[in-house]
C-alpha cells in the first residue's frame, strides 16, 4: 500500500496547532495506522498507533484520527520539541508493510 | 524497558554481501508475542520495511528484496542478524532493527522499540 503525506515541508510557530494528512493507496486494514517523529541522527519513535491511540508516554497535545484510507495527525499547541519529521506507517495483515515519505514540521 | 542496538561494518563494496547483527537487552527474542525486523532508510527518504522474524511462526519478507534477503535469530545470545546480497549503490542507507508485538498466526502492531540505527555504505 503506497502511502502519500502532505504537506511535504509545514511551517509553524510555536504555540499554532499542526494538521499532517497521510492517505492510502488501498484501505489499511484494521485501521493498522501508526505515525512516528523522527528528529535528525535518531531512530523513528512511535508516536500514534491503530490510527487513534497515543503510544506510552506521548503527550495528549498529540491526537490521531481517521480511517479506510484517509488518516490525520494533529499536534495542538506546538512546543519547540515537536519541530521534527513525521511518517506515517500501514501495518495491516498483509505485508509488505510501508512507510510514507515524511513530513518535515519547520520552525517559521 | 527492551533496548536493540545493531552492530555491522559501516562501508560495504558493490556486489558483496552486508551482514548486520542486532543485540536485545531487557527481553528475550524466545518470546512468541513478539517479532523483530529490520528497516532501512536512505538518506533523506522515508523508512522501507525490510523482513520481520518471529521466535516460531511464519518470517514476512518485503517481496521486493526477498531474494536477496536471509534473516536468523540466534537465541543463545539474543541476537538477530541480516544478510543482504549483490549489494548497489541503492543500498546505502541506515538500518535499523526493531520489534512488532504479534502471535504466531500475525502481527498487529507497529515497530514500537528499535535501536538507533547504523550507517551502511555502499561504495568501491
Known amino acids: 500500500i503506497v502511502l502519500t503525506q502532505s504537506p511535504g515541508t509545514l511551517s509553524l510557530s510555536p504555540g499554532e496547532s499542526a494538521t499532517l494528512s497521510c492517505r492510502a493507496g488501498?484501505?489499511?486494514?484494521?485501521?493498522?495506522l501508526a505515525w512516528y517523529q523522527q528528529k535528525p541522527g535518531q531512530a523513528p519513535r512511535l508516536i500514534i498507533y491503530g490510527a487513534s491511540h497515543r503510544a506510552t508516554g506521548i503527550p495528549g497535545r498529540f491526537s490521531g484520527s481517521g480511517s479506510g484510507t484517509a488518516f490525520t495527525l494533529t499536534i495542538s499547541r506546538l512546543e519547540p520539541e515537536d519541530f521534527a519529521v513525521y511518517f506515517c506507517?500501514?501495518?495491516?495483515?498483509?505485508?509488505?508493510?510501508?512507510f510514507g515519505q515524511g513530513t518535515k514540521l519547520e520552525i517559521k | 524497558q527492551v533496548q536493540l542496538h545493531e552492530s555491522g561494518p559501516g562501508l560495504v563494496k558493490p556486489s558483496e554481501t552486508l551482514s548486520l547483527t542486532c543485540t536485545v537487552s531487557g527481553g528475550s527474542i524466545s518470546s512468541d508475542m513478539y517479532y523483530w525486523g529490520w528497516i532501512r532508510q536512505p538518506p533523506g527518504k522515508g523508512p522501507e520495511w525490510i523482513v520481520s522474524i518471529p521466535s516460531s511462526g511464519t518470517t514476512y519478507y518485503n517481496p521486493s528484496l526477498r531474494h536477496r534477503v536471509t534473516v536468523s535469530l540466534d537465541t543463545s545470545k539474543n541476537q538477530f542478524s541480516l544478510k543482504l546480497t549483490s549489494l548497489t549503490a541503492a543500498d546505502t542507507a541506515v538500518y535499523y532493527c526493531?520489534?512488532?508485538?504479534?502471535?504466531?498466526?500475525?502481527?498487529?502492531?507497529?515497530?514500537?522499540?528499535w535501536g538507533p540505527g547504523t550507517l551502511v555504505t555502499v561504495s568501491s
Open positions: 506507517h500501514q501495518y495491516g495483515s498483509s505485508p509488505p508493510w510501508t
Open positions: 488501498q484501505t489499511v486494514t484494521n485501521n493498522y
Open positions: 526493531a520489534r512488532q508485538e504479534g502471535n504466531v498466526v500475525v502481527v498487529y502492531a507497529p515497530f514500537d522499540f
